[in-house]
């Protein structure tokens, strides 16, 4: 005797309505193999009616045979179509998964508002001078920082051995003749890159601020680094005074640090000037009264300035009778210093964001 349940022809309609539920039902290929086991397997009641075909009258066998048949047929089938149907929704399932759409826009409230970051508060002070400047009628321009030492020394007037090299501790580079290529110790070259560039393409007069970075072998402080950054200043024309230089200064003062900052003049040597002077501003920290900051005057240094020294138009050939100009070079990261009252400049190099950040 079998051990499968026997059950009668009359359960087909409702096994097979049964049948075509469980497998409709499937949700996916591992419930699919629950269904087909259950609809179609060895224990399903479909395996029992076959089984039980044999305790029929002969007569009506080939009849009921066909009826299950048919069933299993439609059964098998429908199992077949319903697996075809998972695979498409898992690969469907796996593109979505694996797409990679890089126009995706971020959502905010699922990673938070996106941080942007922001300029180096040194960039920001060079465009703030460059715009002050721009809106005093000049022009910005660049140079190299790796220059000859005929850019750096000699055509500003200082000749190999002139002791006012001595004022700029500078790093030399091992290319070429020994000693004849710098990392700039100034940005005051460009000037003489400017002027051969415009005596050549007749290009005079010059009204040009030049920014860049700079380099001395200098032991830091706090008020001075080793890599820091320039503004120069160029003015070649016709009938050029001291005057024009001591306005220009006076007017950039105001217009940069506010009304009540002014600047005055102090003799002073540089080799390419003649005359030349250091230039003060007003001390931010105490506006004039005196502090620790200003070491007590109430002025504080911010560069040098000068009248084109001849020898210098003669080097780049602009004739002096003809052109005359002033010059002034002051530090973008001492302006950003007074400006914002850095205490220590090297905050400006260490990268330490919680610094960067309040700027
Ligand atoms: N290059 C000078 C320095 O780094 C600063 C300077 C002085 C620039 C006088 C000038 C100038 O253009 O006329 O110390």
Not at 190 to 215: D, N, T
């Amino acid at each position: 005797m079998s051990d499968r349940p026997t059950v009668s022809l009359d359960e087909l309609p409702s096994i097979l309505e049964e049948g075509r539920r469980e497998l409709a039902a499937a949700a996916d290929p591992e419930g699919l193999r629950t269904a087909e086991q259950s609809v179609l397997g060895k224990r399903s009641p479909l395996a029992g009616l076959r089984a039980s075909l044999g305790r029929l009258d002969p007569s009506e066998r080939p009849a009921a045979g066909q009826r299950i048949e048919r069933a299993l047929h439609e059964l098998r089938g429908l199992a077949e179509r319903r697996r075809d149907e998972l695979a498409e929704d898992q690969r469907r399932a796996a593109l979505v998964a694996d797409r990679l759409d890089l126009t995706e826009v971020v959502v905010d409230q699922v990673l938070g508002p996106i941080r942007r970051g922001h300029l180096h508060l040194v960039t920001q002070t060079q465009h703030e001078l460059e715009d002050t400047f721009v809106g005093m009628g000049f022009e910005v321009a660049e140079g190299p920082e790796a220059e000859t030492d005929w850019y750096n020394f000699e055509a500003l007037n200082m000749p190999p051995g002139h002791p006012a090299r001595g004022m700029w501790d500078t790093f030399y580079l091992k290319l070429g003749r020994p000693e004849t290529v710098v990392l700039r110790t100034h940005t005051s070259p460009v000037q003489i890159r400017l002027m051969e560039g415009a005596e050549q393409e007749g290009r005079l007069p010059i009204h040009s601020v030049m920014p860049g970075r700079c380099y001395r072998r200098e032991t830091p402080d706090a008020r001075h680094l080793a890599i820091f950054h320039q503004i120069e200043g160029l003015v070649v024309d016709r009938h050029i005074t001291f005057g024009d230089l001591a306005g220009t200064i006076e007017t950039f003062t105001g217009a940069y640090f506010g009304p009540d900052i002014h600047s005055r003049l102090r003799p002073s040597y540089f080799p390419f000037t003649e005359p030349s002077a250091e230039f003060e501003i007003t001390c931010t920290i105490c506006h004039g009264a005196g502090c620790r900051t200003c070491s007590q005057p109430g002025w504080i240094e911010l560069g040098g300035c000068g009248m084109v020294d001849p020898a210098v138009l003669a080097a780049v050939s602009i004739d002096p009778s003809q052109w005359s100009g002033f010059a002034f070079g002051f530090g973008i990261d001492r302006c950003a210093q007074m400006r914002h009252g850095i205490a220590d400049l090297r905050s400006l190099m260490e990268n330490d964001v919680r610094f960067l950040r309040q700027f």
